[in-house]
Each structure stands twice: as structure tokens, then as C-alpha cells.
């Protein structure tokens, strides 16, 4: 009979989630993870073809978590639903500054990138549409400028760079949503 499973893959990908979160991906090792199990690598690899695999699976697990972070911020009410997904996505790079960087700020030269914006980006734009009463085509440039804004922040803020405080940053938001939003109110009133 052969020995019982004592991990499922699902508590392997938490634990390396968890180092990831906790140490940083350069922290995630084969011996790390055991440690943290309690157990030799065997199980680890009885379930996993290779540490490169666990990575790939804490990669989208991170990006669930983070997934699950914004739409909480997005449903809360603190903030309207497109103003809230920035200021999720700046608490998320201060809380989080590892998988953050992990998730936003890794090499991606080696990756195949097929667009500008996710697909994550559509509801998004649905709300920008909405709220600004602008093009679906000046939504996405408008989207685009302000998330290029946004993750400058938690760029610095996941780097200890800045720490402001949430006031500060939502006032900037404010501002710059603003400035930018009459901007392309006017380019399309030109048109």
C-alpha cells in the first residue's frame, strides 16, 4: 500500500505562498518550503514536477489573493467602485510588498506580453465610460494614464520609497483623475 499524501497541493501552494508574502520570492526554495511543512522535500516533489511548477502556482495564486483584495475594495463603498480599485491596488503594494513586486514588478523580458491592457481592464473601462461619459477608445488612454500614475505610487510605496498616507493619496488621485479626465473631455469636444 503505498504512504498517505500528507499535503495536498492546495497547502504546498499556501505555504509557498505564504514564504513568498512573508520573505520574498527569492525566499521560496525546495528546502524553505519543506521547513515550512515540516517534511522532507519528497512530498513536495511526489506533487510537483519542479520548484519552477510551485512558482508558476504561487504566481496565480498570488494573483487571486490580489484579485480577491481589489474586488473587496471595489464592493466596500469607501470610495466609488474605479477611484477604490487604485487605492486597493496602493494599499495592496504597501501591505504586500513582496508579492507585489513579485506580481507587478518582475522581469518580464522573458514573457510573452500580448497586450496593453488586461482583461481584467474591461469592467474597468465600463466604469470609466459610465462615470465620465467619455469614448470607449479615450476610456482605455484614460485608464492607461492613470494607471501608469497609480502603480508609480505603489512602485515607490512597495519599495519603502514614499509612505504617505491614505489621505494624501486619495487626494492625489482625486487630482490627478481630474486633471485628466477634463483632458479628454476636451479632446473629445473638439472632435
Known sequence: MPPKVRFTR???I???LDITRESGPEALTARSLA?????SAKPIFGLF???DEVQQEVLKAGYQFYGEAIARAMESGEYPPYKASGMAYIDFARREKHL???LFMRDRSREEVTRQLGDDAEPLLD???RAAGISRESARMFHLEMWIYVHGIASMAATSFLDWDTELISASLTDVYMGVLARFKEKEAQK
Open 127 to 129: 466604469l470609466i465610460q
Open 14 to 16: 499556501r505555504a509557498a
Open 10 to 12: 492546495e497547502e504546498i
Open 35 to 39: 521547513a515550512r511543512l515540516d517534511c
Open 49 to 51: 514536477r519542479s520548484m
Open 100 to 102: 507585489f513586486r513579485l
